[in-house]
């Protein structure tokens, strides 16, 4: 199995970055502890503080099947602004989970507004690092099921 993990705008500051909400685990140390959780699967990583950026990848990744069997997509601030990205979801192949650090269901207004998740396979959020750990499960069970 060969899953691609990207995150958007700040999350290249993570660690750093309000840790009272988003934590304090570095993405690089959260990589590392998937990897090892997960041997069999290879782990790909991108990051992008521009959307363009992100579609390019999910372009590049998404439209090639036997080249990944899931995305898992942290698109930060774009997940609320971006109906570029929620049409570059809808265009490609590869399935999308929607993931998130904190729960944006209990923050400010705007960001209880998703425009992507309607067009993900499905959401996981609010667990920090480990949403992207229930993100691979999920896609690790869907695999097995479709097997």
């Not at 609320?80 to 993931?99: F, Y």
């Not at 507004?113 to 750990?133: M, P, W």
Request: with cysteine; aromatic share 6%.
């Amino acid at each position: 199995m060969k899953l691609l993990i990207i995150n958007g705008p700040n999350l290249n500051l993570l660690g750093r970055r309000q840790p009272e909400i988003y934590g304090c685990e570095s993405m690089e140390s959260c990589l590392d502890r998937l990897r090892r959780r997960f041997p069999d699967v290879a782990i790909d990583y991108f990051q992008s503080n521009h959307e363009g950026g992100i579609i390019d990848e999910l372009h590049r990744r998404g439209m090639d099947p036997a080249g990944c069997d899931g995305i898992i997509l942290n698109a930060g601030a774009y997940t609320h602004t971006s109906l570029a990205i929620a049409d570059a979801i809808s265009s490609i192949e590869v399935p999308v989970i929607e993931v998130h650090l904190s729960n944006v269901a209990s923050r400010e207004p705007i960001r209880r507004t998703s425009l992507i998740g309607g067009v993900c396979l499905g959401v996981v959020a609010g667990f920090g690092t480990d949403s992207y750990r229930l993100a691979a499960e999920a896609f690790m069970e869907r695999l097995q099921k479709n097997s």
